[in-house]
């Protein structure tokens, strides 16, 4: 009888699968062995279970899941692979949208780091931004550490499991009033900068079209008091007035060298231009 049987090492050759898949699926009665040696245990298949397995794996591929694949060994039936097929076609158009939305983070942060290392530093230019989505916390710390921002990163995601794995921007920033005192040590809010695709369950906000004076340095959070007086001096000389809370990003940081020569700041303060004729 064993002459027109193949072996489960055989089998597993054949399939490119292992044998102790092969005992799984034996135990989970997805395909059975033609024939068990009692003495020995060994288990042998015939070609009648080759179909199955090249079923199984056909279906495996399709990422489906193996109760399923049961019920349909158990029942053949044209409707049944139809549910079946349809579902995985579902799941996998999904996953490429999940897949779509990573590429487009990774591009976004690729552009960031590009824009980092070539921006020209400590000059203090007037820039436009279009409405940009936000997650915003208000609270009052002192000038963050690596790491120390870690805890109002994890509020602000609040249940969401993968919004911040590739975020592109992560900020600090003092509201208007403190910029108006001049008091650069205590800071009033983190925020995170969301992309179009990010899907942020917290609470979330628009921020208007606004004018910001924009400057980068070289540094991190602890440099910025002196940038920030920098930038508040320039607002004076020039007739602007403060309309709005800073954002202090760090465009490159512990996240990317161990290098602190290389960090680099960026810090947005909205204004509006005093001088400027009424419309």
């Known amino acids: ?17 292992s044998i ?34 090249n079923t199984i794996r056909y279906l495996r591929a399709l990422n489906a899941p193996l109760p399923q694949i049961r019920e349909f060994l ?8 139809q549910t079946l097929l349809l579902r995985q076609r579902n799941e996998i158009i999904a996953h490429q ?17 590009e824009d980092a290392v070539t921006a020209q530093l400590d000059v203090i230019a007037l820039r436009r931004f279009g409405p940009r989505k936000i997650a915003l916390l208000k609270r009052s710390f002192g000038t963050p550490e690596m790491g120390s921002l870690e805890l109002y ?39 995170l900068l969301l992309d179009e695709e990010d899907q942020h369950t917290g609470n979330t906000a628009w921020l208007p079209e606004e004018t910001c004076l924009v400057l980068r340095f070289r540094g991190s959070h602890e440099s910025a008091p002196a940038q920030y007086q ?19 990003i760090t465009l490159i940081d512990y996240g990317f060298t161990n290098d602190q020569s290389e960090f680099v700041t960026e810090i947005q303060i909205p204004v509006e231009d005093l001088s400027a004729p009424l419309p």
């Open 74 to 81: 158990q029942n053949r039936q044209i409707d049944t692979i």
């Open 153 to 191: 990163i994890r509020q602000l995601e609040e249940n969401d499991q993968n919004t911040a794995i590739f975020l592109g921007k992560i900020g600090i920033g003092l509201a208007q009033k403190t910029l108006e005192e001049h008091s650069y040590q205590t800071y009033d809010l983190i925020f």
């Open 1 to 17: 009888m064993k002459h027109d049987l193949f072996s489960i090492g055989e089998v597993a050759r054949l399939f490119h699968i």
């Open 97 to 113: 949208e999940e897949l779509r939305k990573m590429q487009r983070k990774i591009d976004n942060r690729i552009a960031q780091i």
């Open 20 to 53: 102790s898949t092969l005992r799984y699926y034996d135990k989970e009665e997805l395909v059975k062995p033609e024939y068990t040696d009692a003495e020995t245990g060994y288990r042998y298949y015939s070609t009648q279970q080759f179909e199955a397995l």
């Open 230 to 248: 920098k930038m508040m001096s320039y607002i004076e000389e020039h007739s602007y007035r403060v309309c709005g809370f800073s954002k202090e």
